[in-house]
């Protein structure tokens, strides 16, 4: 069965400042690592993608895989309100690449 | 920028009736999947399409699902006889070749009374 892990949160951090949000996953043939940003009512919204270890930076955001621990974070810099929503961490393995879903992190950011 | 769309967005049924949730992928993309998401919970894997084929499925996809891609635009997702657990936000999502990610369409919300 494959697994993906998060802490539902609420992960309350205040306006500016460095959010931090893990995931791990199971399957060690786990072949592409995504994040996905939920706001209520709404769809999936993909954030980042990371396929090989080390860091990958794109704006405020920053995504790390390390497989040999099967983790994956996202990192915010400079957090606004306005990134105050779900954030979901999805897996997908090798084949047709069907995503896995973690339960997804809260995350709540105060003016 | 291209995106998924889908319609309706929000659908109310009788229990045991039929209904048909449609999607139109991106237009150049060649993988399309429907999720579910049921309210307060995980987003989940129903179905996976490719080549015009199912290339894999949950065991949520059971008898009662059926997917169909009646044209070259149009990916559709069928539930023959509504059950009230069926109510969930249905997704579909499409992606290029490759590691390509998945996009997402914005959902249909489906009420089952």
């Known amino acids: 069965q494959k697994e993906v892990e998060q802490n539902s949160g609420p992960l309350s951090v205040p306006e500016g400042a460095i959010a931090s949000l893990n995931c791990t996953y199971s399957?060690?043939?786990?072949?592409?690592f995504f994040w996905y940003r939920q706001y209520s009512g709404k769809s999936p919204e993909l954030i980042m993608s990371?396929?090989?270890?080390g860091d990958k930076e794109d704006g405020r955001f920053t995504a790390q895989l390390n497989k040999a621990s099967q983790y994956v974070s996202l990192l915010i810099r400079d957090s606004q309100p306005s990134d105050s929503a779900t954030y979901l961490c999805?897996?997908?393995?090798?084949?047709?690449?069907?995503?896995?879903f973690g339960t997804g992190t809260r995350l709540l950011v105060s003016p | 920028e291209p995106e998924v769309t889908q319609t309706p967005s929000h659908q109310v049924t009788q229990m045991g009736q039929e209904v048909i949730l449609r999607c139109v992928p991106i237009?150049?993309?060649?993988?399309f999947y429907w999720y579910r998401q049921i309210l307060g919970q995980k987003v989940e894997f129903l179905v996976s399409?490719?080549?015009?084929?199912?290339?894999?499925k949950s065991e949520i996809f059971d008898d009662q699902f059926s997917v169909e891609r009646p044209d070259g635009s149009n990916f559709t997702l069928k539930i023959r006889s509504t059950k009230l657990e069926d109510s969930a936000m249905y997704f579909c999502?499409?992606?290029?070749?490759?590691?390509?990610?998945?996009?997402f369409g914005d959902g249909t919300r489906l009420s089952i009374l």
């Open positions: 990371i396929y090989s270890n």
């Open positions: 399957d060690r043939g786990s072949q592409s």
């Open positions: 999805a897996v997908a393995y090798t084949g047709f690449q069907k995503l896995v």
């Open positions: 999502a499409s992606r290029g070749t490759g590691d390509q990610p998945q996009h």
């Open positions: 237009s150049n993309h060649l993988y």
């Open positions: 399409f490719y080549n015009n084929e199912i290339s894999e």
